[in-house]
């Protein structure tokens, strides 16, 4: 990672270099973002997503498992924000406390599966030869079976049991592609004059990775992290719609959706919000995960497209 | 080329023997298939149930390792065992099989021809209405998981359905089990039927492809072959089409390997959604009820399937890239 490519630098992000001597990289990549007005939005409505889930409850006039036997699928009203189920749970409780667990889990699995990733990839990548072959043979082998074909059918294992053990498989099984990625970038590092600096002064390789190679692959790292935390979102829902993933009582937004959608011709109120905040949170999981790699690497993105085709046949 | 192929098709047999073999391990662990002879009333006794179990193949008393050789034993031999029902795996995997292939197949045809074109679309026409409208339609399609979007095209049609008062889309079933009338009127039927679970898996493919063929698209678009290219006369179609979308189309290719699976994932919720007996709402009854045999078989066919549009993609590569045909 270069730290400034300067053909890439637009006039705005240069005056503003000029205007402060000292723009460090990191502050050079925070205007970028900001920049990307997608990627603000996208940042914008995870907040308020997090700000729903997590405030959502104080302000809530019931609980997620309270039960109001007075009305039976109501309509939204003053008393009951989103209305109320069949059996009397009120939604807008009920939505918050599925956005949370699923915001949760979407962010734990990806911490877990991106670390998992940077470390299997980054001795991969570096200690080549039979560790190299070994990782390369074991991602191979885990990417022939779709993970949720592999973590249904484990799901008989964590039922009655605590969420987090679901957390653990959907780790387990979705760093693979990361880790790919991760492995090719080391590789191509692993000739450069630091990291040969570090060998030759005896550097052990388990340090080289952690201090010399990962944080030379962050930016990789924290773009996938971003991104994995919308596809975890999505296949816990999924799982969970199918009754594989968060088990009952507890809801996520996929066994919302699955309870919803019996009744939701009639009913739209009892999995319209479930679906709309699950939508919304993916997507702008995906705005800032794109934006952050615009930010991070401009030579990837579409400003420098544009310039070449300046000019270009149309 | 061949020797190729043939260490392709070696390294293909040898994956879906290690995905079947996981698979089968996996389930032998996960599942309690005497779980479904308990709490019977009146109950059934322990040597009754010992006996189904063994007629299964899937008592826990004998080690996993002699129940794995027999069941693989038998695979071999073309016979997948008997389901929890005691009715035979090969015949239920007969009926699902076109079931699902249908789907999966028709689907991966529409999703990625026009995903494709339609990248190439936003490509040519960069930062156009068209584009940014494809843009806006990807991302939040992208956004939407399967089983959402099978939903909302459920609940749309039914909406629309009512709306004409007429059907003209059916939601449930490959097919009107009450259906009369001469062939033509029984095709128009089925494809009533299938034209929204297609859509359902076809939706997301689009919007998959064309994402990145509009970026396999741009990056060709300032290459400097395109411009010799027209420097020596060909019309801006022309150069596109001969040499543009030749080049911009091979990394699609790859892509096509890894969709499948997110394909085959998709299966399961288009098929309980919209009521199709295939594969993958086989695949989630058999896990509801223990059936080891039968989730075995879900995994073999959809490894095959994975791995041979892996192999697909391969080829395909092989003949548009001279690169890696003379290799």
């Known amino acids: ?314 | 080329m061949v020797n190729y192929l043939v260490r392709r098709v070696v390294n293909f047999l040898f994956m879906v023997a290690l995905a079947s073999t996981l698979g089968y391990v996996l389930s032998s662990l996960a599942f309690d298939p005497s779980s479904n002879y308990q709490g019977a009333n009146p109950p059934i006794p322990q040597s009754t149930i010992d006996a189904k179990l063994d007629n299964l193949g899937v008592n826990p008393e004998r080690p996993l390792i002699s129940r794995y050789v027999n069941w693989a034993g038998d695979v071999l031999s073309g016979d997948f065992g008997l389901t929890v029902g005691e009715q035979r795996v090969n015949e239920e995997l007969s009926r699902r099989v076109w079931v699902s292939l249908r789907l999966l197949v028709l689907g991966s045809i529409i999703g990625s021809l026009a995903g494709v074109a339609l990248g190439v679309v936003s490509a040519v026409r960069q930062y156009g209405v068209s584009d940014r409208a494809a843009s806006v339609l990807s991302f939040s399609l992208l956004s939407t998981p399967v089983f959402l979007l099978a939903i909302l095209l459920k609940f749309g049609a039914i909406d629309l359905n009512n709306r004409l008062g007429t059907t003209f889309f059916y939601t449930i079933g490959e097919y009107s089990a009450d259906f009369s009338g001469n062939n033509w009127d029984l095709f128009v039927n089925r494809l009533q039927h299938l034209i929204l679970p297609t859509l359902s898996i076809a939706l997301g493919g689009i919007a998959f492809y064309s994402r990145y063929q509009r970026n396999a698209m741009l990056d060709v678009l300032g290459s400097d072959f395109l411009r010799t290219a027209r420097a020596k006369g060909l019309s801006s179609r022309q150069s596109l089409f001969r040499h543009g979308l030749r080049v911009a189309i091979l990394p699609m290719a790859t892509f096509f390997a890894y969709s499948f699976g997110l394909l085959v994932t998709g299966a399961p919720f288009t098929e309980t959604i919209f009521g199709w007996n295939g594969m993958g709402s086989w695949f989630i009854s058999a896990v509801q009820s223990n059936d080891i045999n039968s989730v075995s078989a879900v995994i073999v066919f959809s490894s095959v399937l994975v791995l041979l549009s892996g192999l697909l993609a391969d080829v395909a590569v092989a003949i548009l890239d001279p690169r890696v045909r003379l290799r």
């Open chain 1, 1 to 314: 990672m270069a730290a400034l490519q300067t053909e890439e630098v637009t006039p705005q992000s240069l005056e503003s270099a000029r205007s402060d001597d000292r723009l460090t990289r990191g502050a050079l990549i925070r205007l970028r973002f900001m920049r990307n007005r997608l990627a603000v939005a996208g940042v914008v409505i995870l907040a308020a997503m997090f700000l729903l889930a997590f405030v959502g409850p104080f302000v809530s006039k019931h609980g997620w498992n309270e039960l109001d036997f007075l009305s039976l699928l109501q309509p939204p009203s003053r008393e009951h924000w989103f209305g109320t189920s069949q059996i009397g749970g009120d939604v807008f409780a009920l939505t918050i406390r599925g956005l949370q667990k699923s915001l949760i889990i979407g962010l734990l699995v990806a911490v877990f599966s991106t670390g998992l990733a940077a470390i299997a990839g980054g001795f991969a990548g570096y200690l080549g030869g039979r560790v190299d072959r070994g990782v390369m043979w074991l991602i191979d082998a885990l990417l022939v079976l779709p993970s949720f074909l592999i973590i249904a059918v484990m799901s008989p294992l964590y039922r009655g049991r605590t969420w987090l053990v679901f957390v653990v498989l959907l780790a387990a099984f979705g760093w693979m592609v990361t880790a790919r990625i991760v492995r090719s970038a080391t590789m191509s590092l692993r000739e450069r004059d630091f990291v040969r600096a570090a060998q030759y002064m005896g550097v052990p390789a388990r340090k080289i990775v952690f201090r010399h190679l990962l944080p030379n692959v962050a930016s990789i790292l924290i773009i996938d992290a971003t991104l994995n935390v919308g596809a975890t979102i999505l296949s816990e829902t999924g799982l969970s719609y199918l009754g594989f993933g968060v088990q009952p009582p507890d809801v996520s937004l996929g066994s919302l959706i699955a309870e919803g959608t019996a009744s939701a011709l009639t009913y739209p109120w009892l999995f319209m919000f479930a679906g709309a905040a699950l939508i919304l949170t993916v997507l702008a999981v995906s705005f800032i995960g794109d934006g952050l790699r615009d930010a991070f690497d401009p030579g990837s993105s579409k400003s420098k497209k544009k310039s070449r085709r300046k000019g270009e046949i149309q």
